[in-house]
């Protein structure tokens, strides 16, 4: 609902403002530039030896080098992505591994490039895991050859993430290299080191991945229009004192790069990343005091800086509401002119006074705010209707803030664990087609957020945990898209973006689902059970068990649920004592399910 833009206006074609093979190296350096190099190759042929990219590295470095020099040869007069495709497609390739490769190359550019593209490996199990060396052996490794070392870390990273931004990828490659060097100091406690220090780079390139995903999920399911609301509010709250005109031409680039990038044109991807870039600082004093420091670093480096900076300062002089929207009845006169470019500006001066807010909110109050205008200013009495949208556009907020404090109290009183048990046995019922283990994973999923966002300081909670909890709802639905597990899912899913996290939280059980008749192999007890208490292992048999009980039963009772749940740990307490534990849990599982079913009113299959 914002202002429709020419989908030029603004910007050329890509083929129009092309980035030539020597300007590249000259923008990013020679270092820089063949680590890009590496990157692509290695995105867009996944199945190859890091060796072989290496010599296509050295050859397109070798051109890449002469060409900033000045040379007038005809491959300075080509651009990064013809030069790169040349060079994967000189030779033949294994038509086992690649039997896109040869009509690909057959194409001319674009068709060969998008080609290549369209036959990206995606899935998450397509190259198989990356075995990580010993943390002795990669100091050792990376004080014999850095270059060697570094480069198979971005080939294994830039593999098995065919469709990441390359500056995304430079930037964790430039991390990982200072974990290498602060870990290495001491051999004695390197092993640690690597492993606390990178679970949490391992966790950035998650979040980092799964936010330019969910870019791409809100610009193919909700179009250009929901992703430019997105982007207008993140890039409001962070640069509070910008003036709208900036904040809408910076938001216009944004989304034109987030549809470059999941085009899958990694090439194109990382020039408008870097122009943007390079926009952003050039404008960094009338955006943001808090952008200098980024703004100093290289040109590779400060992407990643810029979006994760905090919002600025609100301006001292910003009022704390915008009143100009409810108690000047011009509104309805702008809103009959042209109604996206009014909404479009009342989320841009919403936002910016309010950072405390995720971005859902804030385009749930966008939305309310249109619904608010539609009806207002068809009443006679305009200002009177106005005046009471402001409560109206509240409750929504406060509905919000009041499910997080309860869930942040709950998570706090019972602990994680029991926090999990509880969402399964909300959420098991809404979506009981959806496998046990996937189910599992998904409530785990939550449960961190919880864990993390409840305990960021209060104004960043509800950014926090609306936020992450949108990336994996967002998440579950581009799994199921085209055949979702039900109907409440479908139009969870599909209707709004903006209200897609309140409308599963609201859902109740899905009224389709049938449940399966128990059977005598419905349950499997198994020596899993008899892991230490509280043990990993222990407590996903028990929230197994607890999951596929509910299935059985999706209406079933708290105190039901506890009896069995009782029944099911004596049972696990008595067969773990035992001698034979396999023995125990033969005689001992069907009793407890015979059990089960009186409880809660089952009748086994026939």
């Keep these: 609902n914002l202002q429709k833009r020419d989908h030029h206006e603004g910007h050329h074609d890509h083929e129009d403002k092309v980035m030539l093979i020597g300007d590249a190296r000259n923008l990013l350096g020679k270092e820089n530039f063949e680590v890009f190099a590496l990157v692509l190759f290695s995105q867009n042929l996944q199945k190859c030896p890091f060796e072989e990219h290496a010599q296509r590295v050295k050859h397109v470095a070798e051109i890449a080098e002469k060409c900033s020099m000045g040379l007038k040869t005809a491959e300075c007069g080509k651009s990064v992505t013809v030069i790169i495709m040349d060079e994967i497609c000189k030779t033949p390739e294994n038509a086992e591994k690649y039997p896109f490769h040869e009509a690909c190359c057959a194409k001319h550019e674009p068709d060969r490039h998008k080609c290549f593209v369209e036959h990206k490996l995606t899935a998450p199990d ?70 606390e220090k990178m679970t949490a780079l391992k966790k950035e390139m998650k979040t980092i991945n799964a936010l330019q995903l969910h870019n791409c999920y809100i610009l193919k399911n909700f179009k ?38 999941c085009s899958g044109d990694m090439i194109a991807c990382m020039e408008d990343r870097l122009a943007l870039t390079t926009k952003t600082c050039a404008k960094k004093d009338e955006l943001s005091s808090k952008l200098a420091a980024c703004c100093e670093k290289s040109v590779v480096e400060r992407s990643a800086c810029i979006v994760k900076i905090d919002n600025d300062d609100r301006p001292a002089d910003l009022s704390p509401q915008v009143r100009e929207y409810i108690d000047d009845v011009s509104v309805c006169k702008r809103f009959e002119d042209d109604k996206n470019e009014l909404l479009s500006h009342f989320l841009y001066d919403y936002s910016r006074r309010h950072p405390e807010m995720s971005t859902e909110m804030l385009l749930k109050i966008d939305i309310g705010y249109d619904g608010i205008l539609v009806k207002c200013c068809h009443e006679e009495d305009k200002l009177a209707c106005l005046g009471k949208a402001e409560g109206e556009l509240k409750k929504e907020v406060q509905s919000s803030v009041e499910l997080l404090k309860t869930n942040c109290a709950a998570l706090e009183k019972v602990g994680s664990y029991h926090f999990e048990v509880m969402l399964l046995g909300k959420y098991t019922p809404k979506i009981p087609q959806v496998t046990t283990p996937t189910l599992i994973h998904l409530i785990d999923d939550m449960t961190h957020v919880g864990e993390y966002c409840c305990k960021v300081p209060a104004e960043k909670q509800l950014p926090c945990s609306e936020g992450a909890l949108g990336l994996i709802i967002g998440s579950m639905c581009e799994k199921q898209e085209g055949h979702f597990v039900n109907n409440q899912v479908a139009h969870c899913c599909s209707d709004s973006y903006a209200n897609q996290r309140s409308c599963f939280t609201a859902l109740g059980p899905d009224p389709s689902y049938v449940p399966p008749a128990p059977s005598a192999d419905y349950f499997t007890f198994t020596d899993e059970l008899c892991a230490a208490a509280d043990s990993e292992e222990l407590q996903l048999a028990k929230k197994t068990f607890l999951v596929n009980l509910i299935k059985l039963k999706p209406n079933i009772e708290a105190e039901q649920m506890k009896e069995i749940t009782a029944s099911f740990l004596g049972m696990v307490d008595k067969c773990c004592k035992a001698e034979h534990h396999m023995e125990c849990f033969g005689v001992e599982g069907p009793k407890l399910i015979t059990k089960c079913e009186g409880i809660i009113g089952l009748h086994p299959a026939v």
């Design 224 to 261: 250009e229009e929901t992703l430019k609301a997105v982007k207008l509010s993140q890039t409001a709250q962070k640069f509070p004192k910008a003036p709208y005109g900036l904040i809408k031409d910076l938001v216009h680039d944004i989304v034109h790069l987030t549809a470059t990038c």
């Design 126 to 195: 397509a190259i198989p895991p990356y075995k990580k060396p010993a943390a002795e052996q990669s100091c050792k490794d990376y004080q014999e050859n850095r270059a060697s070392f570094m480069g198979h870390y971005i080939y294994e990273i830039s593999r098995r993430h065919p469709m990441m931004y390359p500056p995304a990828i430079l930037h964790m490659a430039h991390s990982f290299e200072h974990i290498v060097m602060d870990c290495c100091k001491d051999t004695a406690t390197c092993g640690q080191c690597f492993g």
